[in-house]
């Protein structure tokens, strides 16, 4: 059995997921609901028309900004300046290719018209942030996630031109060093983001993280 949310605003404990990573089923996309559930590592992850299913999995997949790894075939893109990066330039149109632009061996998306819409808003009131990456005036790829404290919760990525992703997500890692960010969570590991210097980290240890990271928010709102 799963924890079916009410129409308050709570979770279960990330303590008791189940070990799928399922925490919780239904609720809405609401920002109050939203920002509780990345405070705790919770994200909704679901199929178009079906209830949205909240998932904390243990241990998690994540990346430490300092410790991102660049490949030599990336070097001359940097060298070279290939691309340009902005941020927060264009947010619904980065999530929109993340939601159209197809990806090797995965048959759709989870990004739904409902998921753009909640996280537009988020991004509204400065708890998400995009990242586009350029071709001179072309867009070649994209990012965005959600930014709570000093955590980034990466959500999807996509690309026009071979490493565009690969650029931008490398250049916010360097930024994200540089401002003290204490982990990029990439929720679910896969080749790409292994290649990146993805890793799992104990259930307990991401958890530490995010309560330190809430106590600082707080302090600081």
């Not at 239904?26 to 028309?49: K, M, T, V």
């Not at 759709?108 to 586009?132: F, H, K, P, R």
């Not at 204490?182 to 929720?187: A, E, G, H, N, T």
Request: proline share 6%; hydrophobic share 40%.
């Amino acid at each position: 059995m799963y924890y079916y949310l009410d129409n308050g605003v709570s979770f279960p404990h990330p303590d008791v997921v189940k070990p799928s990573g399922i925490l919780a089923i239904s609720g809405d996309l609401s920002i109050e609901r939203l920002l509780l559930a990345y405070h705790y590592g919770i994200f909704p992850w679901y199929n178009p028309n079906e209830p949205i299913i909240w998932w904390c999995p243990r241990p998690r997949y994540v990346i430490f900004p300092e410790k991102v790894k660049i490949a030599k075939s990336m070097n001359s893109y940097f060298n070279q300046n290939k691309f340009q990066v902005t941020y927060d330039q264009h947010f619904a149109t980065i999530m929109r290719y993340c939601q159209h632009v197809p990806r090797y061996g995965q048959d759709g998306t989870w990004i739904n018209d409902d998921i753009v819409a909640a996280y537009t808003l988020l991004q509204g009131q400065g708890y998400a942030m995009s990242v586009e990456v350029w071709d001179g005036d072309e867009l070649a790829g994209g990012l965005y996630g959600v930014m709570l404290g000093k955590v980034f919760y990466g959500e999807s990525m996509f690309s026009l031109k071979s490493n565009a992703s690969k650029f931008g997500f490398i250049t916010l890692a360097r930024r994200l060093a540089s401002e003290g960010f204490q982990v990029i969570d990439c929720q679910q590991p896969n080749p790409y983001l292994a290649s990146l210097g993805g890793e799992f980290i104990p259930g307990d240890q991401f958890q530490k993280i995010l309560r330190q990271n809430r106590i600082t928010f707080l302090k600081g709102s």
